[in-house]
């Protein structure tokens, strides 16, 4: 039994259905359902017996505590988090919140359990974080790739969040013993992807006829992964990694976002060609970019690879041609996730201006 926390949004899910796919072992599924946590995201998994999904908190120690007590799990891995940069420029308070203040107190009922464990069970038990290269600040052109020793320079009220958990993770295990492992990971994109992010809000817009919003020029830099081979980091991670140790998880693809914007469209002038016979390109909008917006991550993941032997299994062209295919083979998931609040949220976030 492994306990997940946040197993309801994009990765979270993900990583759910692949190991429900993949092994026996059950998952009790701890999520908020905030705007992000979509149930539907688990629908294949709903009545699986090995599935137990239980809405709540992490910030509630009390409930985290009885769940660890009624399953036993042997790892947590903790996938909860507010993580969009743009709502946290707008409203910091609930990323403090569920990313400070939540693993702190998942932190606290994950010890506690654990100092209550069997020698063996001690030995055995990890506790899995989930974080992201955002941590690191931002890259200069010709600057090498974010390492694990690089050090932290958060720029956005979200990344400070990610980083002071990080650093929580990592003083419960020096101070405490607690067996952490934690990954900072680049940017993910695959089925699920909230659609307020780049790449599921280009391919959104564009089959409504709507701009396709691109902050400044365009060119801010990122590294991107597609989402299962995320989820086969993680298990692998999981499985043997070394505790205390800091994992850097990458796509080798580095890409301005300007870049993903032409693939879209070339895929679903392709895939799905406008009614007019003319260009999804020619939706391309440009918008006032958002403020203090990092320029470019980069992710080296030469220590995964070497230490652990794992490495991305999609391209960049395998990836993307998946997701826009499953984003046009689910309508009704689309349809049914852009809720009133969330077209409130993107008018206001890409106003011209």
Same mark, same amino acid.
């Given at each position: 039994?492994?306990?997940?926390?946040?197993?309801?949004?994009?990765?979270?899910?993900?990583?759910?259905?692949?190991?429900?796919?993949?092994?026996?072992?059950?998952?009790?599924?701890?999520?908020?359902?905030?705007?992000?946590?979509?149930?539907?995201?688990?629908?294949?998994?709903?009545?699986?017996?090995?599935?137990?999904?239980?809405?709540?908190?992490?910030?509630?120690? *009390?409930? &985290?505590?009885?769940? =660890? /007590?009624?399953?036993? @799990?042997?790892?947590?891995?903790?996938?909860?988090? %507010?993580?969009?940069?743009?709502?946290?420029?707008?409203?910091?308070?609930?990323?403090?919140?569920?990313?400070?203040?939540?693993?702190?107190?998942?932190?606290?009922?994950?010890?506690?359990?654990?100092?209550?464990?069997?020698?063996?069970?001690?030995?055995?038990?990890?506790?899995?974080?989930?974080?992201? *290269?955002? &941590?690191?600040?931002? =890259? /200069?052109?010709?600057? @090498?790739?974010?390492?694990?020793?690089?050090?932290? %320079?958060?720029?956005?009220?979200?990344?400070?969040?990610?980083?002071?958990?990080?650093?929580?993770?990592?003083?419960?295990?020096?101070?405490?013993?607690?067996?952490?492992?934690?990954?900072?990971?680049?940017?993910?994109?695959?089925?699920?992807?909230?659609?307020?992010?780049?790449?599921?809000?280009?391919?959104?817009?564009?089959?409504?006829?709507?701009?396709?919003?691109?902050?400044?020029?365009?060119?801010?830099?990122?590294?991107?992964?597609?989402?299962?081979?995320?989820?086969?980091?993680?298990?692998?991670?999981?499985?043997?990694?070394?505790?205390?140790?800091?994992?850097?998880?990458?796509?080798?693809?580095?890409?301005?976002?300007?870049?993903?914007?032409?693939?879209?469209?070339?895929?679903?002038?392709?895939?799905?060609?406008?009614?007019?016979?003319?260009?999804?390109?020619?939706?391309?909008?440009?918008?006032?970019?958002?403020?203090?917006?990092?320029?470019?991550?980069?992710?080296?993941?030469?220590?995964?690879?070497?230490?652990?032997?794992?490495?991305?299994?999609?391209?960049?062209?395998?990836?993307?041609?998946?997701?826009?295919?499953?984003?046009?083979?689910?309508?009704?998931?689309?349809?049914?996730?852009?809720?009133?609040?969330?077209?409130?949220?993107?008018?206001?976030?890409?106003?011209?201006?």
């Amino acid at each position: 039994m492994i306990l997940v926390t946040g197993g309801a949004g994009f990765i979270g899910a993900n990583f759910v259905l692949d190991w429900l796919a993949r092994n026996d072992e059950a998952v009790v599924n701890l999520d908020k359902l905030t705007y992000a946590g979509n149930r539907e995201n688990l629908a294949a998994v709903m009545d699986d017996p090995r599935h137990v999904f239980v809405q709540g908190d992490i910030g509630d120690g *009390d409930l &985290v505590s009885r769940l =660890l /007590a009624q399953h036993r @799990p042997r790892a947590i891995i903790h996938f909860a988090a %507010e993580s969009h940069v743009d709502r946290s420029i707008h409203g910091a308070e609930a990323f403090i919140q569920t990313n400070v203040v939540g693993t702190f107190r998942l932190l606290e009922a994950a010890r506690a359990y654990w100092v209550g464990l069997d020698a063996a069970e001690q030995a055995a038990f990890r506790f899995l974080h989930v974080s992201t *290269d955002e &941590v690191y600040g931002s =890259l /200069a052109p010709d600057e @090498p790739a974010f390492a694990e020793t690089r050090r932290y %320079e958060p720029n956005s009220p979200y990344s400070a969040s990610k980083a002071a958990s990080d650093h929580l993770v990592r003083a419960w295990h020096h101070t405490y013993g607690l067996p952490v492992l934690t990954t900072n990971c680049s940017n993910n994109y695959g089925p699920f992807h909230f659609p307020e992010k780049l790449i599921p809000l280009m391919i959104v817009n564009a089959l409504a006829g709507k701009p396709l919003p691109v902050y400044g020029d365009g060119l801010q830099v990122r590294d991107w992964l597609y989402v299962s081979d995320h989820c086969s980091a993680i298990r692998r991670v999981l499985e043997a990694g070394v505790p205390g140790e800091v994992y850097n998880v990458g796509g080798w693809n580095e890409r301005p976002n300007i870049d993903i914007v032409h693939t879209i469209c070339a895929l679903l002038d392709e895939l799905q060609p406008r009614p007019d016979g003319r260009s999804y390109r020619e939706q391309i909008t440009h918008v006032k970019d958002r403020p203090g917006h990092d320029r470019r991550y980069a992710i080296d993941a030469r220590k995964i690879e070497r230490e652990l032997g794992w490495r991305p299994a999609e391209t960049f062209e395998t990836g993307i041609r998946k997701t826009v295919r499953w984003y046009l083979d689910h309508p009704e998931w689309v349809a049914r996730v852009q809720s009133g609040a969330y077209r409130e949220w993107v008018r206001t976030q890409y106003a011209h201006g």
